[in-house]
């Protein structure tokens, strides 16, 4: 049996629900509300706490924000290679951007790039779609750190 | 509580304006006034317009990074300013033109200077106190030689400046 990629590309798409799709608003408003907040308990955060930010508060938001994100991942790519999936964008992109802000779209389109290679290469191999994806972010991963 | 985390992903200027952080521009980004205000800081602390306000914090030596959070500090407009050995990895042109500017700090805000080093008792101070378990403090610019012997149970006899200012009287 054979079915044709954009079908693949369809039906990966139908899994999509209005949860993620509310999920991944609460992220995005919640990030652009409060990003230097974020930015500076992350970096630092015995210093945020002098100027009376509810440092605990931003705090929890952040592990929330990152728990909602695994919630989404888990059911692309499973438990395991959730923590690939979340790390590996991120830590491609630190290589070649300075800046969190735009680090955070340049993750973001990794991600997207990933996803789109990883449809195509699982479609083509016939491999299981959750691991491919993981190897390929690696290997893109490993390739960055060794060239730059 | 954690110390910075010196491999993240925040330039110079990022890290400056985390002092203007508060309650009142929560959710609101960065005003002008707070852009000016950092930059004036770093300025105040020699890493000026053609200084490394775009580069990551990481990258910067010991030195310069002290600088960086000094400037963090000041851009807090605070009233009252604690330094405890805040020069000690900055070269001395530096150390001097800091002196400088926390002379010109000081109508706006108390600040308090606390050194090892002798020499860094500089001509700007309004009062001097010599701490050794007690407080040995006179309401002068001056330390008495009774003070000091008291307080570190040794001689001192000169201490130079740019300008000749004696901080230890005659004896």
Same mark, same amino acid.
């Given at each position: ?148 | ?110 600040? #308090? ?6 020499? *860094?008792?500089?001509?700007? +101070? @309004?009062? =001097? %106190? ?12 001056? #330390? ?6 008291? *307080?570190?149970?040794?001689? +001192? @006899?000169? =201490? %130079? ?11």
């Amino acid at each position: 049996m054979s079915i044709s990629l954009p079908t693949v590309c369809l039906i990966e798409l139908s899994k999509t629900t209005d949860c993620d799709v509310t999920l991944d608003l609460i992220l995005v408003l919640t990030v652009g509300f409060l990003f230097k907040e974020l930015l500076a308990i992350s970096f630092d955060r015995e210093f945020a706490q002098t100027p009376k930010l509810p440092v605990n508060l931003i705090y929890y938001i952040l592990l929330t924000l990152v728990a909602f994100t695994i919630v989404m991942l888990i059911r692309v790519v499973g438990v395991i290679l959730v923590m690939a999936l979340l790390t590996i964008p991120a830590a491609v992109s630190v290589i070649f951007i300075k800046r969190l802000l735009h680090m955070m779209f340049g993750a973001a389109a990794l991600s997207l790039l990933f996803m789109l290679l990883w449809l195509w290469l699982s479609y083509v191999t016939n491999l299981p779609s959750g691991a491919t994806i993981v190897i390929l972010a690696a290997a893109v991963f490993f390739v960055t750190h060794a060239l730059w | 509580m954690n110390r910075p985390d010196l491999n993240f992903p925040a330039t110079v200027l990022d890290v400056v304006l985390i002092g203007r952080l508060n309650r009142s521009n929560l959710t609101k980004p960065y005003s002008e006034a707070d852009k000016k205000a950092a930059l004036e800081a770093l300025k105040a602390m020699g890493l000026g317009l053609e200084g490394p306000k775009d580069e990551l914090i990481g990258k910067l030596s010991g030195g310069e990074r002290q600088r960086v959070f000094i400037a963090r500090a000041l851009a807090t407009e605070p009233k009252l300013l604690l330094l405890d050995e805040a020069t000690l990895s900055v070269d001395r042109r530096l150390d001097t033109r800091f002196r400088e500017f926390l002379n010109e700090l000081k109508n706006k805000m108390t600040i #308090i200077v606390v050194t090892h080093d002798i020499s *860094a008792l500089f001509k700007y +101070v @309004d009062k =001097i %106190a010599c701490l050794n378990r007690r407080l040995y403090y006179k309401e002068s610019k001056q #330390i008495t030689q009774e003070m000091w012997m008291e *307080a570190y149970q040794c001689h +001192v @006899d000169i =201490i %130079a400046h740019g300008l000749p200012h004696r901080v230890i009287e005659d004896y």
